[in-house]
């Protein structure tokens, strides 16, 4: 066959192009709940994906969080029916919505988007919401302010009586004054909610390893990223902008490189409720 004879490549102008890409089919899942999220939000997505399976979905989400149970319901759910699963973040994540992103293959984020950590909020006697770590990082601190209490009254003591007072005396002096000094702040300790912390921060790093582990098998990449996620930030509101977010090992990626940005923008804001899913966000009205 002569060179004539083959068929060429059609090549297309940029503006085909453009319409070719916009004509394929482009599914989401917009998961923008107003509330914390409950055990009837599983039923929602479930019956907003019942007749929807392929290759790819986008998982557009804003959300404060809320079960962690049925965080991980919702992500197994959505894996059964897609291959790859994108999220994207315009605005925020946190906790349990975080822990849902562990299982998307990649993150798109907006400039000002970000996550929370996933260190479980407790809620504590005062009312207020606080964080496990702050529960379970208490005996540990406790445990630094007494030993700088006692070296403290060592060192102030053998100064002051060194002639007087043996070094093995004064040890025991500065002991006991550092530990009456902290025993009314150690009784204050609910060993009940000491053990729920640890339990709760541990199940977080349990679900969130489950959650990685289609896209991310080495099981030491996901420690790195979900310790990290569960144990290093001071705050359960610290926001995680997406440098940081690639920083501890997560494929976030800008999302207004994305070329759905728009279409999937377009319905971010419409009253079509909570949980909604598109079949195709270019013929969606």
Not at 179 to 194: E, F
Request: charged share 25%; net charge positive; hydrophobic share 40%.
């Amino acid at each position: 066959m002569s060179k004539k004879n083959i068929p060429s490549k059609k090549i297309l102008p940029a503006k085909e192009k453009k319409e070719e890409k916009s004509s394929q089919l482009v599914a989401a899942l917009y998961f923008l709940p107003t509330e914390q999220i409950l055990r009837g939000f599983f039923d929602k997505v479930r019956d907003s994906l019942s007749d929807y399976k392929g290759e790819h979905i986008y998982v557009v989400i804003k959300s404060i969080g809320g079960d962690a149970y049925t965080a991980h319901r919702i992500m197994r759910l959505i894996r059964t029916k897609f291959e790859k699963i994108t999220f994207v973040i315009k605005d925020f994540c946190y906790s349990s919505a975080t822990l849902m992103s562990l299982g998307a293959d990649e993150i798109l984020v907006s400039p000002e988007g970000y996550i929370g950590p996933i260190d479980k909020p407790l809620e504590h006697d005062s009312g207020d919401m606080i964080s496990a770590l702050d529960v379970t990082q208490c005996v540990t601190s406790i445990h630094s302010l007494t030993s700088i209490c006692a070296k403290n009254a060592y060192s102030d003591i053998r100064n002051e009586f060194t002639d007087t007072i043996s070094k093995k005396d004064a040890l025991e002096i500065s002991w006991k004054s550092a530990v009456d000094l902290m025993s009314p702040v150690i009784q204050k300790i609910d060993p009940i909610l000491l053990q729920k912390a640890h339990r709760d921060l541990r199940i977080g790093m349990l679900i969130g390893l489950e959650l990685m582990k289609p896209h991310t098998p080495s099981l030491k990449k996901r420690l790195v990223v979900v310790s990290r996620l569960v144990n290093n930030y001071p705050s359960h509101g610290y926001a995680i902008f997406r440098e940081e977010m690639r920083a501890i090992g997560l494929n976030a990626n800008p999302l207004e490189k994305c070329d759905h940005e728009k279409h999937l923008m377009m319905h971010y804001n419409k009253p079509m409720g909570e949980v909604f899913a598109l079949k195709n966000i270019y013929a969606a009205k």
